[in-house]
């Protein structure tokens, strides 16, 4: 079983319209988006949900207001400005409504409960409330070791959900990270894992991974292990600065990678200097793909252009899959 990653050092390069173009020309193969953050793979293989799942990971504190005597030891503790602190208006003329805001989110009935939790324990501190701005909290649990009272809840977080569907080109694996939410390099691992048991289980030779673009964590994730890396690149200053950089991380981690220009003759000069620089880097030039409105005509159609055409890019597409299939059918050959 052999595994192919499509990454590109910057996003809008093309690499999932390459990634959907390859699950047409490879059937049968297990797809899998690990470009968790924005999936997009799914607006091409218009996969049927067969499996939902949800994604867990990394911890949040969250204060039960009706315990916390208001001492601020978490306010102290904590280094990521997380906890907020809110005054109280003890003895205003507002009156609960019972309306459908949860208490938590209502001053009046907060207030209320603190004042009650004051008479009861006999505190006399600082009149104030405090909350935990979730987006801001970093998950460290310093503020719930410290509570005097253990009035901090640590849950784990829901931080998205991964997805097993059926398309018209194999079976697909595909995630939604939620917003704000982290370690979306756990989620790409976790899809990766079950393209591998799919693979396994469906007795498939290939699993086609559409990357997330950049070099960070996620990209690392998806990379790691795999037996080839196809970096999508384009004739613009930053997409050879990005180029190199994915290179430097190809090379980091000893994963065999093949380059491929898209839209190269919008920029014949620059296509030049990344063809040279594959060349003194060497660093096989797997293809080519000229620039074709054909790619958004078929997108709009939520098809490959390899489904909708036969010339232009959607040639261009076929001449790169030969040769990235001929590259890991060689790998096969020397593990034999």
């Avoid at 949800?54 to 039960?64: K, N, P």
């Avoid at 040769?323 to 060689?330: P, V």
Wanted: charged share 20%; glycine share 8%; with cysteine.
């Amino acid at each position: 079983m052999k595994e192919l990653v499509i990454i590109s050092g910057k996003g809008g390069s093309g690499k999932t319209s390459v990634a959907a173009s390859f699950a047409v020309l490879a059937q049968p193969a297990v797809i899998a988006d690990c470009d968790v953050d924005a999936a997009d793979l799914h607006l091409l293989m218009s996969p049927r949900i067969n499996e939902r799942h949800e994604f867990h990971s990394g911890h949040e504190a969250v204060i039960r207001q009706e315990d916390c005597i208001g001492c601020g030891a978490c306010l102290a503790h904590c280094r990521f400005e997380a906890v907020v602190r809110m005054p109280t208006t003890f003895g205003s003329n507002s009156v609960c409504k019972d309306c459908e805001f949860c208490v938590r989110s209502c001053p009046v009935r907060v207030n209320e409960m603190i004042r009650a939790m004051r008479e009861s324990s006999g505190y006399q501190g600082d009149e104030a409330a405090f909350y935990i701005d979730p987006v801001a909290c970093e998950g460290c649990g310093v503020c719930v070791q410290f509570c005097p009272v253990q009035a901090i809840d640590f849950p784990e977080c829901l931080c998205g959900e991964w997805m097993v569907s059926d398309t018209r080109c194999g079976p697909m694996v595909h995630a939604r990270l939620g917003i704000a939410a982290e370690n979306s390099g756990k989620l790409v691992c976790t899809v990766r894992r079950e393209a591998r048991r799919i693979a396994e289980e469906r007795n498939h030779e290939l699993i086609i991974v559409d990357g997330p673009p950049g070099i960070g964590c996620p990209v690392i994730a998806s990379i790691t292990g795999s037996d080839l890396v196809l970096a999508v690149t384009e004739p613009t200053p930053s997409g050879e600065h990005d180029l190199k950089r994915v290179v430097q991380l190809a090379r980091h981690f000893g994963i065999p990678m093949a380059v491929c220009i898209n839209k190269w003759d919008i920029n014949e000069d620059m296509s030049a200097r990344i063809e040279t620089f594959c060349n003194e880097q060497s660093i096989p030039l797997a293809g080519k793909i000229r620039y074709d409105q054909a790619l958004t005509r078929s997108q709009i159609q939520g098809q490959a252009v390899v489904e909708a055409e036969k010339h232009g890019a959607a040639a261009d597409l076929r001449n790169l899959w030969a040769a990235i299939s001929a590259t890991l059918l060689q790998f096969s050959n020397h593990a034999a």
